[in-house]
């Protein structure tokens, strides 16, 4: 072992190296400091497919909600059509992605189970929209109650067919998914006695499809005073393109469906379909975002946020047209379809 | 009528060897042999029950308008994809060409282009596709049901990425297409069989034709014999593109609208038409009037189930099934054939 003798330049090299350090400690910690400031929660909303236009809504009523809030960074991501198994291969990716909260639109309830319980087992705060995944350990639900919307369709064919007696038939998507069953159910549960379901058909959300069987069911069944669509396929087509539907609408059909989307209306206009009853599109996405943040900031919510259930009829259809007239850009929809954010519980 | 390479070859050996005593089948049996005429018979059966279940709902001309203006687009997409099994690929792609050219098409014209240049830009479209499938087929090397399963995707991809998920309306004098009638019979029925005529006459009647039939039994036979196979995959993958473009456009002046999740698995129901038909998966037969039959046959069984209003939930299981029966009597029909 050497003597060594500590010199004086030795000295001054030591101090100049520890005050170094403690200026880049310094530093290096204000910039956390700052990092932690600015850090921005990532908040994701998940489709059920992006090729459904009703979802184009929610990405909007996102981005409102997340350039309001100013501390999130967004982002809308789904599979490119409707697709469970792709559903849940998003959320995964988006559980690696280190995201701090998920909205989902459930395409399966029972297939998105897992994926919603492993998110919130990793601590990512997760709630449904639109479609929900009852079973899972989502925090929220945020959606029209589906029951309830077909009953309010239920009465309002009640009401246009008051008096009347005969057979009417239903439209519906998926046999699979719940929100559509439910709907089918609420219907059956208030719909009027001396009406009577002569059958139910399922188009697979398509809209060809459901045209095609709309048409053919009228014409098989000459007798039909009322029509209910759970969902509002046939419609995203054209009036001339439901001749037969539009001929028997003149003469006395009852038709009511649901949703109040662009391309349905003239629908409505043109008195073909009476009823529609209606959810909040951009909601799904404006008020998803309000619920995720909140939750982030240890707010709590209700396990259910109901929306509301408009009514679209020709009474009030100018203003829905003027609505999707002035949404044709992100800012457009938010004013037009601007409402005050959900507030904790 | 010949099917096949081999029967054509069967035909000219026999003219060649005049010797040999030949039996001349009995006319049932050639009526037999044609591919398709079981699957009439299945039609027929169908009329049948159909007339003793509902009376005349069924075979009402407003009905069978009807079902000949729902399945006048699939039917066309059907030809394509027969012209490319015939061939021995297959085109996955055919349902996304489909919404794709269809959404390109209702874009133009709600843009305000003229309907004939929007159309006109739909087809062009569908040739760029059909030469991306032969050029991932016939350059890359990749095997057909890889190339087009990859294609579906993109075609899908693209429209989906192009108006955002969003449905364009095309409702104006476009729709005339998809939703007029000359008399009682819709244009699109009217078109269709133009088609059907047409592709059947260059299959049956032309080198472009029995080419595709010849590469389809048989590659290196066809090589062989001095055809070039590249070309010939080129022009049956644009060919198909093209109907399948037709197909698009006529669903979207159909519904007046079109979105990019327009004929989503329609793939599989144009090879299921093609097989009903008579089509073989293994390549070197086919009609396109089988295939017209065959495509005839599922929107018939879809209108029949409308009309009765059975199987709600069951429906699809019930068209899966008469699909296999149909096969499968097919199949005995050519194994007696051998006989």
Known sequence: MTDRKVSRRDLLASGTAAAGALTAAQLFGSINIARAQAKKYKIAIVPKGLNNPVFKSADFGGQARSAELGDVDFKFIGPATSDAAQQVATVDGLISAGYDAIGISCD????????????????????????????????????????KGGQLQAKLLNGLLKGKKGDIWLLSGLQSA???????????????????????????????????QVENVLRAHPTLIGYIMIGAWPLFSSPGALPTLKARAKTGLQVVAFDYLEQELPFIVDGTVKASVGQDYWGWGYQSVTILHGLLQGKKYPAFVPQALPVVTTANVAEYQKKWDDSKTAAGMAAAFKEAPIEPS | MRQTVTDSDAESAETDSPAVPVRRPSRVTEIIAIPWVGVLGVIVLLAIFMTVKTGPIFLSPDNLSSVALDFSYIAMAALGSAIVIIGGGIDLSVGANMALTGLLTALAISAGWPIPLAVAAGLVVGILAGALNAILITGIGLIPFIATLGTMSVFRGLGTGIVQGQTVNAANGFTVIGQGYWGPIPISAVILFVLTATTAFLMNNTAWGRHIYAVGGGESAARLCGINVKRVKWRMYIAASILGAIGGIVLAARLGSATPSNALGYEL???????????????????????????????????????????EYWQDLIIGAVILITVSFDQLRRRLRRV
Do not use: H
């Open chain 1, 108 to 147: 399966s309830s029972e297939t998105l189970l897992q994926p919603i319980d492993r998110a919130v087992a990793k601590g990512i705060k997760v709630i449904t929209w639109d479609s929900d995944s009852p079973s899972s350990k989502r925090s929220v639900f945020y959606g029209v109650d589906s029951f």
């Open chain 1, 178 to 212: 719940q929100n559509l069953e439910e709907r089918i159910r609420g219907v059956k549960t208030v719909l009027s006695k001396d009406l009577t379901i002569a059958g139910t058909s399922f188009c697979n959300e398509d809209v060809a499809l459901g045209v095609s």
């Open chain 2, 269 to 311: 129901i144009c090879i299921a038409a093609a097989v009903i038909g008579g089509a073989s998966l293994t390549g070197g037969e086919g009609t396109m009037v089988g295939v017209l039959i065959g495509a005839a046959l599922l929107a018939l069984i879809r209108n029949s189930l409308d009309i009765l209003g059975w199987g």
